[in-house]
């Protein structure tokens, strides 16, 4: 063997080893750690965004929750005041019903009594009228008026108008 060549080979190698160490694989080992370092980075923020995000759907679940709530509650005040506004026209409805009827009532008494008049003094008209040519003469009006009419009223109020 040769000795001289081993010793050249180790030089070689001892040479290239602390040229690469020099220049190669300090660069190489401080990408690698600087890449290290960029992964660790960013998985931090990755659980920090993910934590965020965690917070943000919590408070969304709550928000909704909450939205829930008060929309329930809107319906319901919304039926309660449906309900009292239904009560209040139906009870208005009936009041006016009522006093529709009423004037109704008034009104047909006033008609009738109208009519009643009306007839009494088409009676008195009638029999002034029938008296005066049974007896083929001329009576006094306002006198013979009032008897025929008291007779009517007398007739009237003791079991109908009998004409």
Wanted: avoid cysteine; glycine fraction near 8%.
């Amino acid at each position: 063997m040769n000795t001289g060549l081993s010793v050249w080979t180790l030089i070689v190698f001892a040479g290239l080893v602390l040229i690469l160490g020099k220049f190669a694989w300090g660069p190489i080992l401080k990408a690698v750690d600087e890449r290290e370092k960029g992964i660790q980075s960013a998985l931090d923020q990755a659980a920090q965004r993910n934590e965020e995000a965690a917070k943000l759907l919590e408070e969304h679940k709550a928000q909704l929750a909450d939205a829930r709530r008060q929309a329930s509650e809107i319906i319901a005040e919304g039926r309660t005041a449906g309900d009292h506004v239904r009560k209040e026209i139906e009870e208005k409805a009936r009041s006016e019903a009522q006093n529709i009827l009423e004037r109704a009532r008034a009104e047909i008494e006033r008609e009738r009594d109208a009519a009643l008049d009306a007839l009494r003094r088409e009676s008195v008209e009638l029999a002034l009228a029938a008296a005066s040519r049974l007896l083929q003469e001329n009576l006094d009006q306002p006198k013979d008026r009032a008897l025929v009419e008291r007779y009517l009223g007398d007739m009237g109020g003791g079991g109908g108008a009998q004409a």
